[in-house]
């Protein structure tokens, strides 16, 4: 529940035996981990679907750049 993923990360938070890679987190993070945890939505996130683009590819108009034995020498 939110409540326990809460406590749960009060814990972690107040924990000393973190190891010495242990990083402290503006409020704003703390919040934004527990909306994921209990399966909120973020708000300013947009949902991107998973899938191709449907429509044609394009025509390239640009040129292959030349290969190293084709470059010209000083």
């Known amino acids: 529940t939110h ?3 809460r406590v749960l990360l009060d814990e972690q938070l107040k924990s000393k ?3 010495p890679a242990y990083t402290t987190y503006s ?6 981990v ?3 945890a209990s399966g909120e939505e973020i708000p300013g996130i947009r ?7 449907q ?3 394009s ?6 750049p ?9």
């Open 27 to 32: 409020p704003s993070f703390a919040q934004v």
């Open 59 to 64: 025509k390239s108009t640009a040129c292959a």
């Open 55 to 57: 429509e044609q590819p």
């Open 34 to 36: 527990q909306m994921i």
């Open 66 to 74: 030349p290969k190293p034995w084709e470059q010209q020498q000083p």
């Open 3 to 5: 409540a326990d993923t």
């Open 17 to 19: 035996d973190v190891g």
């Open 47 to 53: 949902d991107i679907p998973d899938q191709l683009n």
